[in-house]
């Protein structure tokens, strides 16, 4: 029987697949105090996305063997302190790229057609009738989507694009197959890498699918801010430091852009000053892959890969 540490609220495809082990937690958030108390002896941890897994925690884990994190990204864990240590490090790709596109397409669609400043003004019961002129919105046929990562989210994303009929144009570390995205729409079928200096100049909307690394960190910055068009959205699915929020608020204030949907913050949870007062701007709480069948399916990923490291066998989905 392995000692496992379960960090956060977990849905129960979890906590039955590790029922016969030693599990503590599961049921709240551990502070950073708890964690540190509970790794000492602990052989393995289903971790959620704030867990602080630096490597002064992972110093203080001497059996850790493998750490199960709940979610696709895992810039809350330090992976070399891990490597060196022999600890597995396993994520969940492959299951939530499509309920986290749907919801950055959802936030597009806000965005672009001001559905949150909408439906405000229906619940604040401000006098209203269709008007021809009213409440307008920018469309999205025949605009050109940027999306920046073309991973399994950012793919799922630019069909999406494409089947509403949007051109795409995509950046990476290098080509990608694209065939998947051009089939969904011949009409629309031109999806091409461009540099990121392109991307922000042609496109409609800009769309965040990439990891948080030193190099995605402030890549919306002010200088990239400038380089997008006055009529353009950027939206974020991503990690909330890939856009430098002040510089946001501040192109939103002077016009350089239209508009924002975010689901994810620089300083989650707290929102930068400034968003909060804007109706251009659409503001959810980090709720990408929150289907339930897709946290389900996420949460029993993340025990068999810490089942499997605990019975000497390879993880399913390691990154290490
Ligand atoms: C959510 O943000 C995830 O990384 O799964
Ligand atoms: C709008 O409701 C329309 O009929 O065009």
């Not at 192109?251 to 949907?261: D, F, M, S, T, V």
């Amino acid at each position: 029987m392995a000692r496992i540490i379960v960090t956060a609220p977990q849905m129960p495809d979890a906590l039955d697949l590790l029922r016969d082990h030693d599990v503590m937690g599961g049921d709240h958030f551990m502070t950073r105090e708890e964690l540190e108390e509970a790794i000492v002896d602990a052989d393995a941890v289903l971790s959620s996305l704030s867990d602080p897994l630096d490597a002064d925690m992972l110093a203080r884990a001497p059996k850790l063997k493998v750490i199960g994190q709940c979610a696709a990204g895992f810039n809350n864990v330090d992976i070399e302190a891990a490597g060196k240590q022999g600890i597995v490090v396993t994520t969940t790709p492959g299951v939530l790229h499509e309920a986290t596109a749907d919801l950055a397409f959802g936030l597009m669609l806000m965005a672009t057609r001001r559905l949150g400043e909408a439906e405000r003004l229906v619940r604040a019961g401000t006098p209203w009738r269709y008007d021809h002129t009213f409440m307008l919105g920018a469309g999205l046929q025949g605009a050109t989507l940027g999306i920046i990562g073309l991973g399994q989210i950012g793919e799922a994303m630019a069909r999406r694009g494409a089947a509403f009929g949007m051109d795409v144009v995509y950046t990476a570390r290098h080509d990608h197959d694209t065939s998947a995205v051009d089939a969904t729409n011949p009409a629309t079928a031109t999806t091409r890498r461009v540099d990121l200096d392109e991307l922000l100049r042609i496109s409609d909307v800009v769309s965040l699918h990439c990891p948080l690394t030193p190099e995605t960190t402030h890549i919306i910055d002010s200088a990239a801010l400038e380089k997008m068009k006055p009529t353009a959205f950027v939206i974020n699915t991503a990690r909330g430091a890939c856009i430098d929020e002040n510089a946001l608020v501040a192109a939103l204030r002077a016009g350089k852009i239209a508009g924002a949907g975010l689901d994810v913050y620089e300083h989650e949870p707290s929102i930068t000053p400034g968003l909060l007062e804007m109706e251009n701007v659409v503001l959810l709480p980090h709720i990408g892959s929150a289907a339930r069948p897709t946290r389900g399916v996420m949460s029993a990923l993340s025990a068999r890969n810490i089942l499997a490291v605990l019975d000497g066998k390879p993880a399913e989905t390691p990154v290490n």
